[in-house]
């Protein structure tokens, strides 16, 4: 067995070598699979080795059931053992998991138990749903609805996380949504999902992580290019990386997946080793 000063020698020599990846905040570079649902319900053992082959080693899940008619059709019926399994023969891990809001509200216990047998850290609510012209009620009752929820999940021992589209970054009365959630979902129990896209919009991810400390859990991560109005792979935009995943860690970041189509996700993954954030 190596000592303590062998480790630490090896481990340098290593980096300066260059075989340590970088791995922003030091946590395992992951994807989320819904951009590529059409490719792992074609071949799912093979698309997520393809994914591990790029150097993902996390992804992050939709729940079959809860997105059925979404592209996951194809799991429902796996055990979560089952899905385990082929997620870690492909050398990968899976921490996290997209939910809908009607699934969390009628069948959380059976979802609970599933995440469980799964291994998941966090279940993540993808979205409240509330209609377009809805008052800021209707959104302070759909936070007070998820903070009860996320008291069961908490005693279960995972996270509850919520994501956010850009639905949330428009202002009501005066005040942006964003804003009303953060001032209604529990700090305790909820931790937010920040969706780095809405940076289209002029909101920046590092802003809200230095705004409200130690509020989030996770990130999910795109680009953005001025020049031809679309996302585009991590690093080939406007996003500040090194600025965001320093504020990452005010912000409480626990893991982050890159949600982009199979391209991006190939040329996301090479820029995230190479950064030293």
């Known amino acids: 067995m190596l000592s303590r000063r062998g480790f630490l020698s090896a481990a340098a020599a290593a980096a300066a070598a260059g075989l340590v990846e970088a791995n922003p905040l030091g946590f395992p570079i992951g994807c989320q699979t819904f951009p590529v649902r059409e490719a792992l319900g074609k071949d799912f053992d093979g698309t997520l080795k393809e994914l591990a082959g790029f150097g993902y080693k996390m992804i992050e899940m939709c729940s079959p059931p809860g997105y059925e008619k979404a592209g996951y059709g194809f799991l429902v019926g796996r055990s979560a053992s089952e899905l385990k399994k082929s997620i870690q023969a492909a050398g990968l891990g899976c921490e996290s998991c997209h939910y809908n809001f009607s699934e969390l509200k009628e069948h959380l216990d059976e979802r609970i ?165």
């Not at 799964?118 to 008052?135: C, E, H, N, R, Y």
């Not at 996270?159 to 804003?179: A, M, P, R, S, W």
């Not at 969706?195 to 409200?212: C, E, I, P, R, T």
């Open 113 to 277: 138990a599933f995440a469980k047998e799964l291994g998941l850290k966090q279940m993540v609510l993808s979205t409240f749903g509330v209609k377009a012209d809805a008052p800021m009620s209707e959104w302070v009752k759909a936070a007070e609805d998820l903070n009860g929820i996320a008291a069961k999940i908490h005693g279960a021992g995972m996270v509850t996380g919520f994501h956010n589209h850009h639905f949330e970054f428009k202002q009501i009365d005066g005040v942006l949504v964003y804003d009303k959630l953060m001032q209604t979902l529990d700090p305790k129990l909820v931790k937010m999902q920040f969706q780095v896209s809405v940076v289209n919009l002029g909101f920046h991810a590092a802003d809200f992580m230095a705004k409200y400390p130690g509020r989030f859990g996770s990130l999910h991560l795109q680009d953005w290019s001025a020049t031809d109005k679309k996302m585009v792979a991590v690093g080939q935009g406007v996003v500040d990386w090194k600025k965001l995943f320093g504020a990452a860690r005010k912000g409480g970041v626990k893991n982050y997946f890159v949600e982009l189509n199979m391209d991006a996700l190939k040329a996301s993954c090479a820029y995230l080793k190479d950064l030293k954030a």
